[in-house]
């Protein structure tokens, strides 16, 4: 394997067991996640906080072992955990966008962890479905605050596209539900 081929692989590793990353998931992950950074990267002006998008690991047991998962999009604001390529503090906010190779386990065990790890606010995205499903960390366990399925048929009942969605730890930042899926056709 090339050194090129080396560099685009990435991988999780979760109680021990490594999780192949790649090849990387489609197109419209990658516009979702592009969406909600510039958003968010943009309320973060003139503030300490930090925002990676799948490019930092989040090592969630830092005293116990070297397990590790690459948020899609990842908020942190206590720079002392950062050291090289990771992160071993809570995040303030974490994104998951679903991709057909992930879908399951950024629904169950990315959950949890995130769950157990004291992470505030995890959204996690479908393309597929134009959906968003917000939970927020309450008395140490996820409660799904809103779901939301895109709709954006002025005509239609169910209309929302104007829906707003604002970070719960930063309430000045928010957005739009058609915001988060701009271009994704």
Known sequence: ???????????????????????????????????????????????????????????????????????????????RHLKGGAYSGVPKFIAETLSPSTAKRDKSEKKDIYEKAGVEEYWIISPQGKSVEIYYLQDGKYIMEQNYILEEDKEDEHYNAETIIRLRAFPHIMMELRDIFEKVD
């Open 1 to 79: 394997m090339g050194f090129a081929e080396f560099e685009r692989k990435k991988d999780e590793k979760i109680d021990g067991m490594i999780y192949n990353m790649s090849p990387s998931p489609g197109y419209k992950h990658g516009i979702i996640n592009s969406n909600i950074h510039a958003i968010i990267k943009q309320g973060l002006k003139n503030s300490m906080c930090l925002l990676f998008m799948e490019n930092l690991d989040f090592k969630y047991h830092p005293d116990i072992n070297d397990d590790y998962l690459c948020p899609d999009i990842m908020l942190i604001c206590d720079r």
